[in-house]
């Protein structure tokens, strides 16, 4: 169980590189590897400790919530979401 878990989380970093391009890929691989953490944390915690469970899913809530609406306020002032077009100096 431990090595799929291991294997997910690779594979959701191999996603975040290859697609890190878009805005939306990037947001969903993050979240992917999220919920492989909170996996890990769910099997060796066995829910002992639910508390420190429920604070890692708040802040994924928390990030995956700043992450949309940064997805809308670059389609709304740059009309896509790729970080390819995006420069520093704009801002």
């Known amino acids: 169980m431990t090595s799929l878990i291991i294997m997910l989380y690779l594979i959701g970093v191999f996603v ?3 697609n890190r391009y ?3 890929m990037i947001l969903m691989s993050i979240e992917f590897i999220y ?24 802040s ?16 709304f002032f740059y009309g896509n979401e790729m970080m390819k077009t995006m420069s520093l100096i704009k801002c």
């Open 16 to 18: 975040l590189f290859i």
């Open 22 to 24: 878009y805005l939306m």
């Open 35 to 58: 919920m492989n953490l909170l996996l890990m944390l769910c099997i060796y915690f066995c829910m002992f400790n639910i508390l420190g469970i429920f604070t890692f899913l708040i």
């Open 60 to 75: 994924i809530v928390c990030e995956a919530g700043l992450g949309l609406s940064l997805l809308v306020m670059m389609s």
